[in-house]
């Protein structure tokens, strides 16, 4: 038994603070410092067809995506794949990855992030960004600090196309 402990964390649904915007919701669960830094925990829901996240990657933590319902398309390193309910895709550090429900398909995402990274400012900076509260230069401003890097991929791009779908 470990000589550091820590108490449970439990997050109730109802009690999650909730970022919504026209195309879907993020519902943030656990951040790092209530997992003593072992991992950070939202919920993501997508509207048909709607993006999630554009190209990036982490530095310093895997990400785990698992899909609860519906189906996404998600970019991992130069592929797209697709992932429906019950899939699971892990995304291990320096992997650029992006994620968006397909065409014509609702999404639903549990994302968790080990070793966790304090992000909730993040996802809010995040959904001011896409409400047109901030300008996208501010994520740049800070993606060091929350170890998310923007990266380009033409693979992502083609594949979310409207020609693709």
């Known amino acids: 038994m470990s000589a550091f402990r820590h108490e449970p964390v439990l997050v109730r649904g109802a009690e999650a603070e909730t970022i919504g915007h026209a195309t879907g919701a993020a519902f943030l669960l656990t951040d790092s410092a209530s997992t003593a830094g072992a991992l950070s925990c939202h919920r993501v829901l997508l ?13 310093r ?16 390193d130069d592929k797209v ?9 892990v995304v ?4 650029p ?3 968006a429900a397909v065409p014509g398909s609702e999404a639903e995402l549990l994302i968790t992030i080990t070793p966790g990274v304090d992000r909730f400012d993040y996802f ?3 959904g001011r960004i896409v409400n047109g509260e901030a300008p996208y230069s501010d994520l740049l401003a800070v993606e060091d600090s929350f170890d998310s890097h923007s990266v380009q991929s033409e693979i992502w791009a083609a594949a979310r196309s409207p020609q693709a779908a």
């Open 61 to 76: 933590s895997s990400e785990l995506f698992y899909v609860v319902s519906g189906a996404v398309q998600l970019l991992n």
């Open 124 to 126: 809010r900076l995040l």
């Open 92 to 95: 291990p550090p320096f992997m």
């Open 97 to 99: 990855h992006a994620f």
């Open 81 to 89: 794949v697709e992932a429906g309910r019950g899939d699971l895709v």
């Open 47 to 59: 509207a048909a067809g709607a993006d999630g996240s554009a190209p990036h990657y982490h530095a």
